[in-house]
């Protein structure tokens, strides 16, 4: 077949378009990774050979028979395919260079990148157009799917698909009807109703507790009113419908939580005295944080503060504590990502994390980084600087402590991207992550055939396409 359509082409003859399609599919994969590798050559000209293993990488993700990228990655063909090749010791790290030399070859390095995804996408555009002609609708889709992969804002692959474009992200008309319903009207929600059964915490506490349940939570509090505990209530259970709706997932639990809100750190140690089981150092840096959180018993105190900050709490809570119970709660990067991503998908705020969002390093006094509004320009910044949360740090930490607020901020950055761009998989990683042991290698591996270096390549290309316009 290959023949023949070689000899059409020799011999001047005009080929079908389905016979187009089978010429130019064939020679896309090696003109992606053609364009990867000079890209990763030029890096390694450089002597940012760190990096230019990253696009070598891809280049063998895009051609996994090209032998230019396999080389540099120092591998050899065997008999049971691509190995490494003793003989061959290519060079693995950046070399350290001046900030100013640094910066200059991050932006030229932006730029060639940005250029040689875009070519690809043009490539991998034309070959659907070909099949579309051909009336080969699947071939067509599959092939405007690999063109956004490499330029997530090429609107002509975009608009073939039938995305549609929300803020400054393209989605599925499914993604997008999703994403308008949690940030929908939230009154819709039920408000609960007053409880005026015996509270454990009021009864060891020695307080009189208002008391608002509902099917999935109650909430109680110290000082706070009927009304504005049925105003938290509405919140967490419009954050329990959109949880749930988005990720199509059986209820993560039977048995609701109880939320506790008091006034002041008086209350808040008194509280961490009775309840916490723990030993007396974690109770000590638990005294110090501004709430407990252990499922199914969530508290904090916020005092005088505003409104919006419980608000807030009521859905950043209840969207951890499901994220929990739906992965397993090892992976922290997901945990606080999604509890981000709701807070924010909902009203905009991120006024409760579980980390310093002030760490993030954008190096601007006037940008707030509890307004999720600056977080895409923060992580454009990072792109073009190159000093983003490294991926292996930021998804296998377990520890709260260790995770700063960089990582959250590109943790709810990751799952807006697989949500936006592998939602058809998303559901089915996180269920399985409850059965690893692991933060999400496995899971990453198994549903998406990934590794961490290969989510984080794409989530940079997606990123930088998504904030390009960020100010």
């Known amino acids: 077949m290959r023949c023949a359509l070689l000899a059409l082409v020799l011999f001047g003859?005009?080929?079908?378009?389905?016979?187009?399609?089978?010429?130019?599919?064939?020679?896309?994969?090696?003109?992606?990774?053609?364009?990867?590798?000079?890209?990763?050559?030029?890096?390694?000209?450089?002597?940012?050979?760190g990096s230019a293993r990253v696009e070598f990488r891809r280049a063998v993700a895009a051609d996994p028979d090209h032998e230019g990228a396999h080389k540099r990655l120092g591998e050899r063909r065997g008999d049971a395919g691509w190995e490494i090749d003793p003989g061959l010791r290519p060079r693995v790290t950046n070399e350290k260079k001046k900030e100013e030399e640094f910066a200059r070859i991050r932006a030229d390095y932006v730029k060639k990148v940005t250029e040689a995804e875009r070519a690809i996408g043009l490539e991998w555009t034309a070959v659907g157009n070909l099949a579309e002609k051909a009336g080969m609708k699947a071939e067509a889709e599959a092939a405007w799917r690999k063109a956004i992969e490499y330029a997530p804002g090429l609107e002509s692959a975009r608009k073939k698909l039938g995305h549609e474009k929300r803020a400054n992200l393209w989605m599925t008309p499914e993604e997008k009807k999703i994403r308008d319903a949690v940030a929908g009207d939230r009154t819709k929600a039920t408000a609960g109703a007053e409880d005026a059964g015996k509270s454990d915490v009021g009864t060891k506490m020695e307080l009189a507790l208002v008391r608002q349940a509902s099917e999935h939570f109650l909430i109680e509090s110290s000082y706070l009113d009927k009304a504005a505990l049925a105003d938290l209530v509405q919140r967490a259970e419009h954050t329990w419908t959109s949880?749930?709706?988005?990720?199509?997932?059986?209820?993560?639990?039977?048995?609701?939580?109880?939320?506790?809100?008091?006034?002041?750190?008086?209350?808040?140690?008194?509280?961490?005295?009775?309840?916490?089981?723990?030993?007396?150092?974690?109770?000590?840096?638990?005294?110090?944080?501004?709430?407990?959180?252990?499922?199914?018993?969530?508290?904090?105190?916020?005092?005088?503060?505003?409104?919006?900050?419980?608000?807030?709490?009521?859905i950043h809570y209840p969207a951890q504590a499901m994220a929990r119970q739906l992965t397993g709660g090892r992976a922290l990067w997901v945990v606080e990502g999604m509890a981000l991503w709701f807070s924010d998908a909902i009203q905009d705020t991120a006024i409760w994390a579980c980390v310093s969002l002030a760490s993030t390093g954008t190096g601007d006094p006037n940008r707030n980084n509890r307004d999720p509004k600056n977080w895409p320009f923060l992580i454009k910044g990072w792109l073009a600087d190159g000093k983003d949360p490294?991926?292996?740090?930021?998804?296998?930490?377990?520890?709260?402590?260790?995770?700063?607020?960089?990582?959250?901020?590109?943790?709810?950055?990751?799952?807006?991207?697989?949500?936006?761009e592998h939602r058809d998989r998303l559901s089915a990683f996180l269920a399985d992550m409850k059965a690893q042991k692991d933060t999400g290698e496995a899971s990453l591996a198994k549903t998406f055939g990934w590794t961490l270096a290969e989510l984080d390549a794409r989530w940079r290309t997606w990123a930088r396409a998504a904030y390009a316009d960020s100010k």
């Open 13 to 49: 003859q005009d080929l079908s378009p389905a016979d187009e399609y089978a010429l130019r599919v064939r020679k896309a994969p090696a003109f992606a990774a053609g364009k990867l590798v000079s890209v990763g050559d030029w890096l390694a000209d450089k002597d940012q050979h």
């Open 243 to 314: 949880f749930h709706a988005a990720f199509g997932c059986a209820p993560v639990w039977k048995n609701r939580p109880t939320i506790v809100i008091l006034r002041d750190k008086a209350q808040h140690e008194k509280f961490v005295d009775l309840f916490h089981k723990g030993s007396d150092a974690e109770k000590a840096f638990t005294k110090k944080s501004a709430g407990w959180n252990a499922f199914p018993l969530q508290e904090c105190f916020t005092g005088d503060k505003p409104a919006v900050n419980n608000q807030d709490y009521a």
């Open 390 to 420: 490294d991926i292996n740090a930021l998804v296998k930490c377990t520890a709260w402590a260790e995770f700063d607020g960089a990582e959250a901020v590109k943790a709810w950055s990751l799952l807006d991207f697989l949500m936006c």
